[in-house]
């Protein structure tokens, strides 16, 4: 039966003004980890438990990182944003899911806004485990300062650039082709794919 561990903060990193990477130690438990996989958080708030599940956005190589960007009315995501400290403890479950455990050869993969954090993970590890892997990630935020990881996601092209390409699609930037401007709907992906 699945049980809470504790795991102590090693880092924070500001990724966007409404978003932080968080590093964990774990004190105890099995914390190795499949890309793709989540970690479910459990907090009190006022006497009230919540339980909250982050996908883990980094390498086995790197070490256990999670993603949390701030919602709206969100207690646990905005106290990761804005209260928690590199040495607090927080309570923390065993990685869990199987998400994107099929991956051929060529993969292609959607994300909006926070949602790339599993692919993150996804992608970094298939593309430096097999050499005869490519990925084409869409990707579709609200603008260019509210996307999260652009700098590693370039950094990753810049790396792969045979085997790794990112299709940008923002809503409120203008960008030279119209079809990566604006909401990412059926008709914007039936003229993505016929190109």
């Known amino acids: 039966m699945p049980r809470f561990h504790t795991a102590h903060v090693t880092d924070i990193r500001r990724e966007t003004d409404d978003a932080v990477v968080i590093s964990l130690a774990p004190n105890s438990g099995d914390f190795s980890f499949t890309p793709g996989q989540y970690l479910t958080f459990r907090r009190d708030f006022g006497g009230v438990e919540l339980r909250r599940c982050y996908s883990i956005c980094s390498t086995a190589s790197e070490g256990l990182k999670i993603g949390v960007k701030a919602v709206d009315g969100g207690s646990f995501s905005n106290c990761a944003n804005q209260n928690i400290s590199v040495g607090d403890a927080i309570e923390v479950m065993e990685p869990m899911g199987t998400f994107g455990e099929k991956l051929g050869e060529n993969n292609l993969g959607f994300a909006g806004g926070s949602g790339i954090t599993p692919l993150l993970s996804i992608i970094k590890s298939i593309l430096a485990e097999n050499q005869n892997t490519s990925f084409t990630l869409v990707y579709a935020n609200r603008s260019v300062a509210s996307t999260m990881f652009r700098t590693e996601l370039q950094d990753l092209k810049d790396i792969y650039m045979e085997r790794f390409y990112v ?11 119209d079809l990566f401007a604006g909401r990412l709907d059926s008709e914007k992906l039936e003229n993505l794919f016929q190109g």
């Open 167 to 177: 299709i940008h699609m923002l809503e409120d930037n203008a960008q030279d082709i």
